[in-house]
């Protein structure tokens, strides 16, 4: 079976192109869901003084934590929409360090991949010793 520009089997692209993009459609859909959600959820308003300083102090973690997710959300919801482009340009399953095909196993485990498996380990192993060594 003849490999394609974009990783695909021939006989297989059309097939495997779709489910990928139902899935991050799928994934986009939940994510821009969450990020309304989370939104409502963070312009809530009490009275001043509705809450005692220990409610007030577990309020303002509750807090800090829906914007770490948000924060999250949004830069996944950024990697999902980057890969639906990726899939209309035909670049989807290529990785983008080395431009060999990405296994199809990690595109079901993480349809947004930009990377294989190898340069991806590489990139988070440089991510975390940037972050250590700045701390």
Known sequence: MA???NGFAD????????RYRRALLQRQSQLQA??????????????PGALDPADESVLSHRKETLFAQVDRDTQLLNEVQ??????????YGI???DGEPI????????PWARYCVKHQAERDATAESERHTTL
């Open 34 to 47: 969450d990020l309304k959600r989370a939104a409502a959820s963070a312009r809530e308003q009490l009275e």
């Open 95 to 97: 990785c983008e360090q």
């Open 11 to 18: 006989k297989d692209a059309g097939t495997q192109k779709e």
């Open 3 to 5: 490999a394609v520009a």
């Open 82 to 91: 980057h890969a639906l482009r990726r899939l209309q340009e035909g670049t």
């Open 103 to 110: 296994d199809p196993i990690r595109l079901e485990a993480v």
